[in-house]
C-alpha cells in the first residue's frame, strides 16, 4: 500500500505561481512512478505530469508545457509540482498518483494510487 499526501493549493492570480506537494508514504514508494492529475467542474480528470521514480523521464500535457515543471526528492519521496504562469484554465482539483508502470503513464487508468486532492482557484 501507499499512501499519498497533497497540499499546497490556494487561490492566486492569473500569472502567479504555486507549488503543490505530495507525499509518499508506504513500501517501496521510491519506485513508483509518481504523476499529477486534474479534474476541473463537469469535465473529465486529464494527466498533467508525471516523472519516474528515477526522474530519468520526464511527460507533460502540452497545455502546462513551459510552466509547469515537475521533480522529486527520492529521499524524503515527496514529488513537486511548480506552477507558474497560472491561467484561469488551470482551476481544478489537482491530485497526485502513484504507478509502478513507466510507460504510458499519461493515462489515469494505470495510477493504483491516489491522494485526496488539493484546489487550485485562478479567478478570470
Known amino acids: 500500500q501507499v499512501q499519498l499526501v497533497e497540499s499546497g493549493g490556494g487561490l492566486v492570480q492569473a500569472g502567479g505561481s504555486l507549488r503543490l506537494s505530495c507525499v509518499a508514504r508506504?513500501?517501496?514508494?521510491?519506485?513508483?512512478?509518481m504523476g499529477w492529475f486534474r479534474q476541473a467542474p463537469g469535465k473529465e480528470r486529464e494527466f498533467v505530469a508525471a516523472?519516474?521514480?528515477?526522474?530519468?523521464?520526464?511527460y507533460y500535457a502540452d497545455s502546462v508545457k513551459g510552466r509547469f515543471t515537475i521533480s522529486r526528492d527520492g529521499t524524503e519521496n515527496t514529488m513537486y509540482l511548480q506552477m507558474n504562469s497560472l491561467k484561469p484554465e488551470d482551476t481544478a482539483v489537482y491530485y497526485c498518483?502513484?504507478?509502478?508502470?513507466?510507460?504510458?503513464?499519461?493515462?489515469?487508468?494505470?495510477?493504483?494510487?491516489w491522494g485526496q486532492g488539493t484546489q487550485v482557484t485562478v479567478p478570470s
Open positions: 508506504g513500501r517501496a514508494s521510491r519506485r513508483y512512478t
Open positions: 498518483a502513484a504507478t509502478y508502470e513507466t510507460s504510458t503513464v499519461t493515462e489515469s487508468r494505470k495510477y493504483d494510487y
Open positions: 516523472i519516474t521514480w528515477t526522474s530519468s523521464r520526464l
